[in-house]
Structures are given as C-alpha cells and as structure tokens.
C-alpha cells in the first residue's frame, strides 16, 4: 500500500472515530429501534420491540451480527458507551471502503485524481456523518460507492472477479436498501449492457451470494425468505403506511440538496457539469435514485444520502480535471494548485457541516442519549418516567442498559400512579414544577433554556400499576 492511501485511510478513520466518540446521538430513531435496541433486545433479553418486528418487514441478520458483539462486551462489563461506540466503530472501518476505492478510481486516471477523490471520500461531511450510522441508507451507500468505483472508467475492460465483486456489492446495497433498486438498475444496465456471457452472468453470480444470505436470514428469522422485503413493500408502499409519518412534495429532495450544500451548490454542480461525460453513469444512477423517491409521498434525506455521495464524489474529480488543466498551463505551480484545491474541499466541508443548515444534525437527540448514560450508573434506578418526550426520541434500552421499566406520560392516567411506577424522571426545565414535592432537581443538560432536560429523583421504591403499561408491555409501538 503506497504512503498517501495509507495516510487517506487514517485521516478518514481519525475523523469517524472522533464523530462517533464525540457525537454519541440520534440522526433517527431507526439507528435505535431498527438496529441497536434489537441488537441489545437479542444479546440481553429484554428491549423494545417495535411494530416492524413484530410484522417482521425488517432482516434481522445485522442485529443478529451485533448482537453478538454486545454479547461479549457486555460480558466483560463494557458500559452501553462502550459497546455502542464499538458497533459504530466497525460501520465506520467499514466506510473505510469507499476512501480506497475512490482512490484506487482516481489512481487509474491519474495522481491527482487519486489525491482529491480519496481526500473528499476521507473528509466530506456527509460521509463522514453517515459513517457510523447504523442505518440501512448509510450502510448500503458503502456497497454501491464500491460498486461505482470498481466499474470505472467504463471503458476498462473488467475482468471476472471484478464483476462479480461488482455484483457482490450490488446485491448487499439491494438488500440492505432494497428502494435503491431503480439506482443499482441502472449501474448494472451501464456496466453490462448487453453483453450477457462476459458481463451479466459473472455479475449475478456474486449478486447471488449476499441476497441468498438475506433471504436465509429471513427464512431463519421470519419463516419465509425475503419475508422482510416483500412485507416492508406490501406494508409501506401498497398499503401507504410510510405516509402516516409525513409526506413531502415531488421536488422536495431538490430543495434539500440545495440546502445541504448551502451557498457551496452553484460551485458543487458546477464541478458535477464538468465531469459528466466521464462520469455519465455516477450522474444518472444518482438521478435515478432522486427520481424512484421522489415519487415515494414519504421522504427523509437520509433514504437519497447514497445519491448526494455519488454527486460530491463526482464533483471531486470534476475539480480533479480542472486541476489538472491549471498545472498544464502553470507547470511551476502545480503543486501549490493541488495543494490549495485540496485545502478549499477540507474547509469548505468543515464551513458545511457546521453550518446553519447541518449543524443541527450533530446534536439531535444529544442530551437525552448523555440523559440515559447518567441514569445507567444510578444504582437506585427502578423505574423512569418520560415527562416531556415521546418514547421514539429515547435510545432505548440499548443506551440504557437496565431492565426497569420505563413509562410514557398519559394524560388519562393520574400523575400520581407515574409517580409512585417510576423513581426517576426525564422533564422540560419549565415543567419541573408540575411534578410532586418529593421529586428532587439533579443535572439539567443545557445552558438555563426552559427546553433544558433535567433528571429528576424521587427517593423512595417503585410501586408498579397494571394499568400503568411499560415501553417492555407496550406492542405495535409507532402506530
């Protein structure tokens, strides 16, 4: 491995660890209740289970995979920070896949190619937040990254094992993400065309081996292969239930393209226009992405991630060309150009992520995830109350690591059968006066804000109510 893919390789591990270690929150609930707190819910007996597992529209095989991992780090006593950071720390490393390949990509057109294209896979905002996700977006983004930069230029001629490379990362992004189909459609249609024997057939063949584990998985899990596949298309797309979380119109991922890039957009599709030729297919895997969810009446940035990364990523080989058109005109300059171009992408990304239009992102969820790891060190802990939030905003047992009972506030039943359920308290600053007297003020996490959260103490045991039901008793969580 030569020195800069190496140190590419650290500088992008370097900042993805630090994200995970500092920014310990919640982009989506989904991180949670669709992987971690099924993961903890398998290695430790108890968690939430939401309504997507109990209709079975989600794969259980990476819960199962880091499960097995909390198994072990629970049994040597690692804390819920522990071992969570460790399971962010492998999706991470696992990222790691798309610096090399992006520089492999560019290494074959040239060393500056090579240079900004692994530069801006280690450091682009976007990638490095989505890094250590547990989400399915995120992670398949990895795959199909992969599969783009295996398959580049079009005119290489591909030999066998990287075709069915190629088609191994295929197949794991449709099952990880199987909305990305129209996209992965796409990318295979320009890679093979129609050259069935020298293309299609290696490329199916290692598309083959991930979906037979999905689909074993399933059949594992659920009883049926593909069960999670066909039911999440059934549930969320024939029956609408996608669309009781919100719906958006058509150009809304547009909007929030713009958005995301900030002032950086006119300059960022600029460098995506000079690349177009080259990078024809990037470009139209990513439209196709964009297009297939915009149809969708429910949108999330996170489900078009994989589509602005393949954009940033084009833009930073079409700033690769036009460095390279700079230092055939100034030959004495050049390094000083590649060097200046390189430290305008490291600064504009760092502009863009703490910018007003991402900086939110970093902290959502933050001080009820730090809430939870306060509350796992209380010995005397024996039940929690929600006062102010929503169940689905918590990390759930996961983050919290104790099998107490934790209660959402109803407003049919009296406060008082809360309070006697539950010896701890999650509140609003503002609403601490509306518990009883003998709840105690602790730590607020915030700077005096009324929307300051507190942790509140009532000294004393937990008496239990049957009419009183816990996150653990309550099924068909977010209907």
């Known amino acids: 491995m030569d020195r800069t893919r190496l140190g590419l390789l650290i500088l992008a591990a370097v900042l993805r660890l630090g994200v995970a270690a500092a920014f310990p929150n919640l982009h989506h609930p989904d991180e949670s209740y669709q992987f971690f707190e099924q993961a903890h819910r398998l290695a430790f007996g108890y968690g939430v289970l939401p309504w997507e597992f109990e209709e079975g529209i989600r794969s259980m095989l990476?819960?199962?995979?880091?499960?097995?991992?909390?198994?072990?780090?629970?049994a040597l006593g690692a804390s819920p920070y522990a071992y969570l950071f460790a399971a962010r720390a492998l999706l991470a490393c696992l990222s790691l896949v798309v610096v090399a390949s992006m520089y492999d990509y560019g290494r074959r057109i040239g060393p500056t190619h090579a240079i900004v294209g692994g530069l801006v896979a280690a450091t682009w905002f976007e990638l490095v937040y989505f890094s250590g996700r547990p989400l399915m977006e995120a992670i398949a983004t990895d795959f199909l990254l992969a599969a783009l930069a295996l398959g580049?230029?079009?005119?290489?001629?591909?030999?066998?094992?990287?075709?069915?490379?190629?088609?191994?990362?295929?197949g794991a992004c449709l099952m990880l993400r199987v909305q990305l189909a129209p996209g992965l459609a796409v990318l295979l249609l320009g890679l093979c065309g129609t050259r069935l024997r020298a293309r299609w057939l290696p490329v199916l063949a290692g598309a083959?081996?991930?979906?037979?584990?999905?689909?074993?998985?399933?059949?594992?899990?659920?009883?049926?292969?593909?069960?999670?596949?066909?039911?999440?298309?059934?549930?969320?797309?024939?029956?609408?239930?996608a669309s009781h979380y919100g719906v958006e119109p058509v150009g809304w991922y547009l909007t929030t393209l713009l958005g995301t890039w900030w002032v950086a957009s006119p300059l960022l599709i600029a460098l995506v226009a000079v690349r177009w030729r080259a990078q024809a297919l990037w470009i139209a895997v990513a439209v196709a992405i964009v297009a297939s969810h915009s149809l969708v009446p429910h949108k999330e940035y996170r489900f078009v991630f994989p589509a602005f990364a393949c954009l940033a990523l084009v833009a930073a080989f079409g700033s690769a060309d036009l460095i390279e058109r700079l230092r055939a005109r100034f030959p004495r300059r050049g390094r000083a150009v590649l060097i200046a171009a390189c430290a305008a992408w490291v600064a504009g990304s760092a502009a863009l992520a703490a910018g007003p239009r991402y900086a939110f992102n970093w902290v959502t969820d933050r001080d009820l995830v730090n809430a939870e790891f306060v509350l796992y060190r209380q010995p005397t802990l024996c039940g929690l109350l929600l006062y102010s939030y929503p169940w689905y905003e918590l990390g759930g047992y996961a983050f919290l690591h104790r099998n107490v009972p934790i209660y959402r506030r109803f407003s049919d039943v009296p406060l008082a059968v809360e309070e006697r359920a539950a010896n701890f308290a999650l509140v609003r600053r503002s609403e601490l006066a509306e518990l009883g007297p003998e709840y105690e003020a602790g730590a607020c996490l915030g700077r005096g804000s009324p929307?300051?959260?507190?942790i509140v103490e009532r000294r004393g045991e937990c008496i239990a109510d049957p009419s009183l039901p816990s996150l653990l008793d309550t099924r068909r969580l977010g209907e």
């Open 208 to 241: 083959a081996v991930p979906i037979a584990v999905f689909g074993a998985s399933d059949w594992i899990s659920w009883g049926s292969p593909f069960h999670s596949q066909i039911g999440a298309f059934r549930i969320n797309y024939l029956a609408h239930k």
């Open 451 to 454: 929307h300051d959260l507190c």
């Open 62 to 74: 990476l819960p199962a995979l880091f499960a097995k991992l909390f198994s072990v780090l629970g």
């Open 152 to 170: 580049s230029p079009r005119s290489r001629e591909l030999r066998v094992p990287t075709l069915a490379l190629i088609g191994g990362c295929a």
